[in-house]
């Protein structure tokens, strides 16, 4: 059956096609980097109202750059997650709590035996609002005393994403047995899960 010269499973796929796009409009984005991206996407992934975590790199000065290039800490990219959520779910004042409770934010470039400017602790903010969110949350978590050492988080406008590559991404989901994720991310996700039980899926 022809409808108008379009088939009915043309006219379907089109209809799928604007209902994904309906339900993105809903979405903001936050880029956080916590050390390495397996780990941060595993966690954020996790939370109640987080639609989609995407890997890749953020904050360097090369275009299109390669995992290799990344590891070998010339090209100025961090390791960040592009974490899509719905702010009526989830607030960005909610994952910047996640944020600073699930990663050591007072250790520069680095994140335990991960090291190298790749693994440092960041907020690139795409928004002015998001910017006066992170920095205001950064002081409060600095006097709280949460943590003995000063917090040495950057804080700097998102200028380029690069998705990384396909194998990195949902990471933990697809290598859970791997020894990194054994020994490194079960126990971030153990914490997320002891101390946000009421914020996750």
């Known amino acids: 059956m022809i409808l108008h010269g379009t088939s009915c499973a043309q006219k379907n796929k089109e209809n799928d096609m604007d209902k994904t796009e309906e339900s993105n409009t809903h979405l903001e984005i936050a880029?956080?980097?916590?050390?390495?991206?397996?780990?941060?996407?595993?966690?954020?992934?996790?939370l109640n109202g987080v639609e989609k975590v995407i890997s890749g790199y953020s904050g360097g000065h090369s275009k299109n750059p390669s995992y290799k290039e990344v590891c070998a800490g010339t090209t100025?990219?961090?390791?960040?997650?592009?974490?899509?959520?719905?702010p009526e779910i989830i607030s960005f004042d909610e994952l910047l709590e996640v944020f600073w409770h699930t990663h050591d934010p007072t250790t520069l470039n680095r994140q335990g035996n991960d090291?190298?400017?790749q693994y440092r602790s960041v907020i690139f903010y795409s928004s002015e609002e998001q910017k006066k969110l992170a920095e205001k949350s950064k002081r409060e978590m600095n006097a709280s005393?949460?943590?003995?050492?000063?917090?040495?988080?950057?804080?700097?406008?998102?200028?380029?994403?690069?998705?990384?590559?396909e194998y990195h991404q949902d990471y933990?989901?697809?290598n859970p047995?791997?020894?990194?994720?054994?020994?490194?991310?079960?126990?971030k996700v153990n914490k997320l899960k002891a101390k946000y039980s009421d914020k996750l899926k």
């Open 31 to 46: 880029t956080f980097g916590s050390g390495c991206f397996w780990c941060t996407e595993a966690v954020f992934e996790r």
């Open 76 to 86: 100025g990219h961090a390791e960040v997650c592009q974490i899509y959520y719905n």
């Open 115 to 117: 090291v190298g400017p």
């Open 145 to 165: 005393g949460s943590y003995m050492d000063p917090i040495v988080t950057e804080i700097s406008p998102l200028v380029n994403f690069y998705e990384a590559e």
């Open 172 to 174: 933990f989901n697809n």
């Open 177 to 187: 047995a791997q020894p990194y994720c054994s020994f490194v991310i079960v126990p």
